[in-house]
């Protein structure tokens, strides 16, 4: 590619390449990752790290990516939804000889592309050699997960909020990552620990194993907002998102993939995948909201706003803003409450949609309606509900 001299001179290359390549049509999301490949199988990718991902922008250099694989000898395929690439340093050179015109401006917002090309390309020049393998990544289709390079990208956008959680397709990301041993960040093959298990023994050799699971950890990947506080790093899942000012305790905690925050929210029970807490919520020590495998029918859970979720309890419905499970109690779409004539007309004062009649109700019914304070009472198991009198406040200091 010829050294691009002014940004009229770049905007007409893209059109070119736009114009002149067949079947041509820009990205949905792109990335150059390094890949962690195999120790015994070593064409298999264990993990991407993407030190940028572009989604639903920055198509100009997505168009020079494009064609600097071209001028290597790889075409793009654009009918598929993802197409991963391996690239070189011929392919760097040909990409800042296209970004000349931006060279100055590498460290700002705008173009961070050429930042990560131009550091990749430094890396190389001063070692010599392509250490590891470096790939590019295009997804054309939010569809279902192929490779172990898309899946990451995918969870990157999660993890970054890029998109919204619920919103992308997640599908065939558990079968496209493989399960591995973890090691300081590190991926490694279960095939070869055991195939070389006596002699990395011997040697003192054998590593220090953190955890195994087809998923690292939301800390080897993201970094947080600064009034974010994650005290245990194995209790967020990467592609988890976290809204500034969360805070996620040690102990019963957890954040899945696909799910998260909104907002300042304080995390000490469990936010299982595809589940939503929104701003100012309290999800108390060891309480669980369930996920969409968990009993819920397969409707994702969202808390609203200012809710308080007691030690140990277990919502099983979607909540409205301002809404309290006490302690102990499990409210799930079969749940049978109760609730008396005086609280009901209250609540529908506040739920304005809300038109219903008699006394006992099912969790299922009470889905996302605001206000609610869930209650157990001692003396006969009952379950019953009731106008929430008490606003839920975080502790501003603490997020």
């Known amino acids: ?50 030190p940028l991902i572009n989604w639903d922008e920055n198509f100009g250099s997505a168009a020079i990516f494009v064609r600097a694989l071209e001028e290597q000898g790889v075409k793009v395929d654009f009918s598929k939804s993802e197409v991963v690439c391996n690239i070189n340093a011929e392919f760097l050179r040909a990409c800042l000889a296209a970004f000349t015109p931006y060279s100055d401006e590498a460290h700002g917002d705008a173009h961070k592309n050429i930042q990560v090309v131009s550091a990749l390309y430094a890396q190389i020049m001063s070692s010599g050699s392509l250490e590891g393998e470096f790939k590019v990544t295009f997804i054309f289709d939010d569809a279902v997960v192929e490779s172990v390079e898309a899946a990451y990208l995918k969870l990157y956008a999660l993890s970054q909020a890029k998109v919204g ?94 799910a998260g925050t909104t907002g300042s929210v304080m995390v000490e029970g469990r936010i299982s995948s595809s589940a939503i807490v929104g701003d100012g919520s309290d999800v108390g020590g060891g309480a669980s909201i369930l996920g969409v495998l968990s009993g819920t029918d397969g409707n994702p ?66 889905a996302g309606l605001y206000g609610i304070h869930y209650r157990q009472n001692s003396m006969t198991g009952e379950v019953t509900a009731s106008r929430s009198t008490r606003e839920i406040k975080l502790n501003a200091d603490l997020h």
């Open 1 to 50: 590619m010829q050294i691009i001299e002014t940004a009229d001179a770049f905007k007409a290359l893209i059109e070119d390449i736009k114009t002149t390549t067949p079947g041509y049509r820009d990205p949905l999301a792109f990335g150059i990752a390094r890949v962690d490949l195999g120790q015994l199988n070593v064409e298999k990718s264990l993990q991407a790290t993407y």
């Open 165 to 258: 959680l619920r919103e992308i397709n997640l599908n065939g990301a558990f079968g496209a990552l493989p399960n591995v041993a973890w090691s300081a960040g590190q991926p490694i093959e279960l095939e070869y620990l055991r195939e070389f298990e006596i002699e990395l023994k011997l040697a003192n050799e054998y590593p220090h194993i953190d955890f195994v699971d087809k998923f690292p950890r939301f800390l080897q990947h993201i970094i947080p907002a600064d009034n974010t506080r994650i005290l245990d790093t194995s209790k967020v899942r990467f592609g988890a998102q976290l809204a500034a000012g969360t805070t996620v305790m040690p102990g019963a905690s957890y954040i899945n993939f696909n």
């Open 301 to 366: 859970i969202s808390v609203g706003k200012n809710c308080l979720l007691g030690a140990n309890s277990v919502c099983g419905i979607p909540l409205g803003d301002g809404c309290i499970i006490d302690a102990g109690i499990a409210i799930l779409e079969g749940t049978k409450v109760a609730i008396y004539p005086e609280e009901l007309k209250k609540l529908m004062e506040v739920n304005t949609n809300m038109n219903m009649e008699g006394e006992i109700f099912k969790g299922k019914q009470l």
